[in-house]
């Protein structure tokens, strides 16, 4: 599972590149409060500690949550996530292997749930004017809740593009008059857009290398571009193109880091068509019609939610049994 | 060039079928004891047909086929027979069965015998030949050729000879086509005689060029029609015969179904030569190619005498002092010998030397994650994953649905798990386990039927008894009525029921007194052996009780008794 690890680095190099050094401290803070609840969690169900801890699984948890969530979250926050996540949604239900939901979104959706108001405050790009933050003053954010002083959270955030679209359609505009707006770079946000790139070509090195398999990656965009080419066709005007919709939000990770987690997700051929469409589909209608900026992670839930019964409906004829003699 | 057809997964495990492959066959030594298994077929135990003491001669029939589905066993070289009990088998399980050990005289004298030509005799009588020469499958399934040398139900299009040899390691498949190439296809010849077969396919995978070039010099040196030689791809387990069938002709042979239904017979290449022997010279099977490889010196095959003590042969290839176990089989499929005792058997194809060295312990094993790798290369196309988790916590029905039965074992699920987990054990100890439930259900439904027997049989006694005391009223009160003085019937009546009372009370006593006498005895005075037998039952009971526990128990595998 080290290599998951390493096609997150494209995706967190694009993101510090733009956005400042400040989601590595997020990262790295995840990755202690994961290495330590699974320590804890271990003790308590007496099970040895070491190969466990150097599996590798715990960290690739803290990561996906820690990118999921804005970087400039205050530091409890990440902490409240991923112990929630490795304590409840994995040990709980049996530890590795055993836990229907993955673990990273599970934590996010606690915190969504739990403090919405902290999780729209995503960094603004720094190529955008305005008061780009310092990496001492990210730190005294994320640990004091302190900015610099003359600076508001408001100035130095803003919502997800994904979001601002959404209000800004609420508001009468049309797609294209919102694309115009400066947040907005050549495929979908400036500066995001790159990260999103970033996860794309992670994710390409995991497909090259085996560790996952094409069907859920290559389905997910697949149906996402078509669900979403269809309604921009109907309505340019009011449903954004599907290019844009591959390289916001949590897209790009889910297809190649989220939903292809083995644990959760469904083991069968066409089990994983269904899975990957059915993804897509959530992702798609939460994030046009729903109430949350973002429908990756609560995509990813549904659908665990359907694994066992995707699995059993989907159980492929065994060798000679597939009827129709030779 | 033909077609050929592909299985689903396969794996590619490094080959080792150099070491033995360098050196020509070799005659093994005459070894000090031979120790012959009266089971080493599929079906009934042979037979002993010879006495402790007794001198026997090379080929003569020491246990005869009993039933349909058996086989006869021969003393392998003359000597004398020095025991006829149980021992220690080359099997897995380590159970004793029936051997008869030999100890021979270096002499080597056969028994008279002649063989016939299979042209001019009839079908009957090639079976029977085959048969009486004990001649089974020596692919490693040990099934009676004479038994898989019918067509009368089915028509047979194909017979497939199977040269694959696909475990790594094993190479006596290998050396027996080089070496023997035109007696393993006259012996393909009369069986495809014998099952009216239209073609001959002989598969053998694509790394034995020597030996497919052997065969196919001799399909043309012996001008043989309808034979062809097929190099097929190196997957294991592509030698499995199904998976063998399949590629040669397109064909599923689904779990539980004979092959021949779909009009295909497969026969192992070393099966076919001794077939020809049996028929042609009279040879029983008598001895077998074996690779001796692994932790020793110097790799090779050997004709082995059937019944040679395993550390006998293993010596003369030079087994190295860290040996710790022998491998019975290849690294895949193989078993470990209980000990280097046991006998040679007609299923012992590859004995490897193994030692910490070169089959290091497994690594622990980690949590399923469920990264479907397993699923990726099962032969049978079966869900691991899933049959895996079922076996865990035990769900046996569960793993019927998912096709348990249609594992052939093959182990290429184990092989690429990436947590090491020891699936075929998983799945081994389940179909145990449910084996083990249907016997234990049949004698249950036995014990119903005999209960309720029982009841039907004790009302019917009852009903017997009432008719019985019926007509003896009947009869009674005809009598009475008959008797003409009404006075003394008068006077009498008070004494009747005082009679009946007394005898009431008498009747109550006896009962008393039978029901006290009649505690169940059955238990006390036991002989030694009975409580013995009765002592190793209940301990196997509790060991199977713990093993059934420890398999619950979070990732370690269930042990194999």
New interface residues.
Partial sequence: MLRVLIALIPGIAAYVWYFGPAILVSITLASITALLTEAVMLKLRQRPLKPFLSDNSALITAWLLALSIPALAPWWMVVVGTAFGIAIAKHLYGGLGNNPFNPAMIGYAVLIISFPAHMTHWLTPNMLDGHALTFAEQLNYIFNGVLPAGSTLDAVTMATPLDTLKTQLHLGLSVNDIREMPIYGHLAGKGSEMVALGFAIGGIYLLATRVINWVVPLVYLGSLFVIAGLFHQANPAHYVAPLFHWFSGAAMLGAFFIYTDPVGGPTTFKGRLIYAFGAALLTYLIRTFGGFPDGVAFAALLMNICVPLIDTWTQPKVFGKKGGGQ | MRTLFK??GGVHPPTHKAESTRTPIAQAAMPSKLIIPLHQHVGNRAVPTVQVGERVLKGQIIGRPEGRLSSAVHASTSGTVSAIDMQTVAHHSGLPDLCITIIPDGKDEWIEHSGVDYKQAPHTELRHRLREAGVVGLGGAVFPSDMKSYSNKHKIKTLVLNGAECEPYITCDDLLMRERASDILRGAEVLRELLYAEEVLIGIEDNKPEAIAAMKQAVQDDQHAHMEVIAVPTLYPGGGA?QLI?VLT??????G?RSTE?GVQCFNVATAYCAWRAITYGEPLLSRIVTVTGNVEHAQNFEVLLGTPVHELVAQAGSKPDTDRHIMGGPMMGVDLPSGKVGVTKATNCIIESSPKLFPPPE?A???????RC?EVC?????P??LYWFAKVQNFGKTQE??LF?CIECGACAYVCPSHIPLVQYYRFAKSEIWQREQESQAAEVARERHEYRLFRVEREKQEKAERLAQKEKAALAAKAAAPAPVAATANAGDTDNTVQMRIDAAVARAKEQAAGSQPKNIDTLTAQQQADINEIQARRAKIREMASNAGGDDEPPKQS
């Fill in positions: 299985f689903h199904k399949r397109g064909i599923e042979v689904a779990a179904v779909k622990p980690l949590p399923c994650i469920r990264c479907t699923a032969p049978a196309e079966l869900q994953q899933e998912y096709d249609d």
